[in-house]
Nanobody, 123 residues
Framework: QVQLVESGGGLVQAGGSLRLSCVAS????????MGWLRQARGKEREFVAA????????DYADSVKGRFTISRDNAKNTVYLQMNSLQAEDTAVYYC????????????????WGPGTQVTVSS
C-alpha cells in the first residue's frame, strides 16, 4: 500500500499561484509514476499532470500546459504541483495519484489516491 497526503490548497485570486505538495509513504516512492488529477463540482475527475519515476519526463493536460509544473523529490517522497496564472475554471479538488505503470498511462489508470485538497480560484 501507498499512502498519499496532499497539502497546499486554498483560496486564491485569478492570476495568482499555489503550490501543492503530496507526501507518500508505505512503499518505495521512486518505483511509482506520480501525478495529479482534479475534480470540479458536478464534473468527472480529469487528468492534470504526471511525472516519471526519475522525474525526467512529464505529461500535462492541454488545459494546464504552460501554467502548471509538476516535479518530484524522491529523497523526500514528495511530488509537487506549481500552479501559476490560476483561472476560475481551475477550481476543483486536486488529488495526488501514484501508478505502478508508466507516466503515459497514469492519466488513464492509477493505483493509489490521496484524500484531495481543495483549490478555489476567485474571479
Amino acid at each position: 500500500q501507498v499512502q498519499l497526503v496532499e497539502s497546499g490548497g486554498g483560496l486564491v485570486q485569478a492570476g495568482g499561484s499555489l503550490r501543492l505538495s503530496c507526501v507518500a509513504s508505505g512503499r518505495t516512492f521512486s518505483n511509482y509514476a506520480m501525478g495529479w488529477l482534479r475534480q470540479a463540482r458536478g464534473k468527472e475527475r480529469e487528468f492534470v499532470a504526471a511525472i516519471s519515476r526519475g522525474g525526467g519526463s512529464t505529461d500535462y493536460a492541454d488545459s494546464v500546459k504552460g501554467r502548471f509544473t509538476i516535479s518530484r523529490d524522491n529523497a523526500k517522497n514528495t511530488v509537487y504541483l506549481q500552479m501559476n496564472s490560476l483561472q476560475a475554471e481551475d477550481t476543483a479538488v486536486y488529488y495526488c495519484a501514484a501508478s505502478s505503470g508508466s507516466m503515459r498511462t497514469l492519466r488513464f489508470d492509477q493505483d493509489y489516491w490521496g484524500p484531495g485538497t481543495q483549490v478555489t480560484v476567485s474571479s
